[in-house]
């Protein structure tokens, strides 16, 4: 009985080998890219392939939104700004083409070809350093808000330890210590926690 499991186990452990070998072990076909363009405005075409219009959409857009992304961190200084698919779509998209195809290969049969041709000008370009300027300052902001959340917590802390520790006559003192310690710690742990 055992070996006849064992034979089982090998011959389905040679049959996927078959099967993965006969389709070349490739997964299906994500996205190509061609760029092209001076260096400071470029211009990507990306094909995509999807078993509907809006499955190569949908891959062609998260493609060129990861071109674009690349191309931004790669500028001098580098731009932490990320546009969302919408924006590229939006902005972005300069032309958009849809075909049918049957790829030869058989794990794609019949789909669509997405071809969009995505470029960044001038106008796009000076929108997206916008963004990423806004981005830093709300970053500015909140590190400020949260050195000002600590100071407060501080100062709080001082106020009441002096306040209660003169009210209980000095008997208190080590707890009052430890509570304040508590405060401040609890204070910094959140502001960590939620930055």
Same mark, same amino acid.
């Given at each position: 009985?055992?070996?006849?499991?064992?034979?089982?186990?090998?011959?389905?452990?040679?049959?996927?080998?078959?099967?993965?070998?006969?389709?070349?072990?490739?997964?299906?076909?994500?996205?190509?890219?061609?760029?092209?363009?001076?260096?400071?405005?470029?211009?990507?075409?990306?094909?995509?392939?999807?078993?509907?219009?809006?499955?190569?959409?949908?891959?062609?857009?998260?493609?060129?939104?990861?071109?674009?992304?690349?191309?931004?961190?790669?500028?001098?200084?580098?731009?932490?700004?990320?546009?969302?698919?919408?924006?590229?779509?939006?902005? *972005?998209? @300069?032309? !958009?083409? =849809?075909? $049918?195809?049957?790829? +030869?290969?058989? #794990?794609?049969?019949?789909?669509?070809? /997405?071809?969009?041709?995505?470029?960044?000008?001038?106008?796009?370009?000076?929108?997206? *350093?916008? @963004?990423? !300027?806004? =981005?830093? $300052?709300?970053?500015? +902001?909140?590190? #400020?808000?949260?050195?000002?959340?600590? /100071?407060?917590?501080?100062?709080?802390?001082?106020?009441?330890?002096?306040?209660?520790?003169?009210?209980?006559?000095?008997?208190?003192?080590?707890?009052?210590?430890?509570?304040? #310690?508590?405060?401040?710690?609890?204070?910094?742990?959140?502001?960590?926690?939620?930055?």
């Amino acid at each position: 009985m055992r070996l006849a499991r064992f034979a089982s186990l090998v011959a389905l452990i040679l049959l996927a080998a078959g099967l993965r070998a006969a389709t070349g072990g490739s997964e299906i076909p994500k996205a190509r890219v061609s760029a092209s363009g001076d260096g400071k405005y470029p211009t990507w075409t990306i094909t995509a392939w999807g078993k509907t219009p809006q499955d190569g959409n949908e891959v062609a857009l998260e493609t060129a939104r990861e071109e674009v992304r690349e191309y931004l961190t790669r500028q001098d200084p580098g731009v932490q700004w990320t546009p969302s698919r919408d924006w590229v779509d939006k902005n *972005l998209v @300069k032309t !958009r083409h =849809q075909e $049918v195809k049957n790829h +030869e290969e058989p #794990l794609l049969g019949e789909g669509y070809d /997405v071809t969009l041709k995505v470029e960044v000008g001038p106008k796009q370009y000076r929108e997206i *350093l916008e @963004k990423d !300027r806004e =981005q830093r $300052v709300q970053q500015r +902001e909140l590190l #400020l808000a949260r050195v000002l959340a600590g /100071v407060v917590a501080l100062l709080v802390a001082a106020v009441a330890y002096l306040r209660l520790d003169e009210a209980t006559k000095g008997y208190y003192t080590l707890w009052l210590r430890l509570g304040a #310690l508590g405060l401040v710690g609890a204070v910094a742990a959140a502001l960590v926690v939620l930055g």
